[in-house]
């Protein structure tokens, strides 16, 4: 008598791929989340309405009852964006309100009151650099204004080894080097609150 072989549906064979697809559509659903050394985007909640914006980063401009006239652009290196019928418009160190305010003027021109509304969908520009004796050092995305202390915080506070009164904040400034020392145990302590500066696009903190 000849042996029976049951044969097993042809989805039961595939089962074994649900378990990457799964995953798969759970790195899909976090893409946009920050990673632990600060990376992400932000969205409009997360930016300060005085935020001056910054090369990359990213904008919706829309005109009221226009859909021809509702665009996502990017800040250019060189600080411009560009929009329909009126070309170009400076951007870079700007608050959307000023971006808005130039568009409604010179969209004026065309339509009559138009209603134009400019909102940050990423951030993009906004970063520093925290490096040396830190905890998680590495290239830091903000969506807000940050002070020293606050970026140290971000990084995951100093190693037990680190130098802590001999931090130093280093910027660029139309290509000239610009030095700021840094007492962080005497900040902490409310002493020099002064050297506490806010950062700027692209400076370094330096924790030997």
Not at 2 to 8: D, N, P, W, Y
Not at 37 to 51: F, I, P
Not at 106 to 112: F, M, N, Q, S, V
Not at 115 to 131: F, G, Q
Request: proline fraction near 6%; charge should be positive; glycine fraction near 8%.
């Amino acid at each position: 008598m000849g042996s029976v072989i049951k044969r097993l549906p042809l989805a039961t064979y595939h089962l074994p791929l649900a378990a990457p697809l799964l995953l798969l559509a759970l790195l899909a659903g976090c893409a946009q989340s920050p990673g632990p050394n600060g990376l992400g985007t932000k969205s409009t909640a997360a930016v300060d309405q005085g935020y001056r914006l910054g090369a990359e980063d990213v904008l919706l401009i829309s005109v009221w009852k226009d859909e021809q006239l509702t665009k996502e652009v990017v800040v250019r290196p060189d600080g411009m964006v560009s929009f329909p019928l009126v070309g170009d418009v400076q951007a870079e160190d700007r608050t959307v309100e000023e971006v808005r305010v130039e568009l409604v003027k010179r969209l004026t021109k065309y339509i009559p009151n138009p209603n134009v509304s400019v909102a940050i969908m990423k951030v993009l520009s906004y970063k520093v650099y925290i490096v040396g004796r830190v905890n998680k050092p590495g290239e830091y995305l903000i969506g807000h204004y940050t002070d020293v202390l606050q970026a140290l915080s971000l990084a995951g506070g100093l190693t037990p080894f680190a130098s802590e009164n001999d931090i130093k904040v280093i910027r660029r400034v139309k290509g000239q080097q610009q030095v700021f020392p840094f007492r962080y145990a005497d900040v902490q302590k409310g002493r020099d609150m002064e050297k506490n500066i806010v950062l700027q696009r692209g400076d370094v903190v330096m924790v030997p």
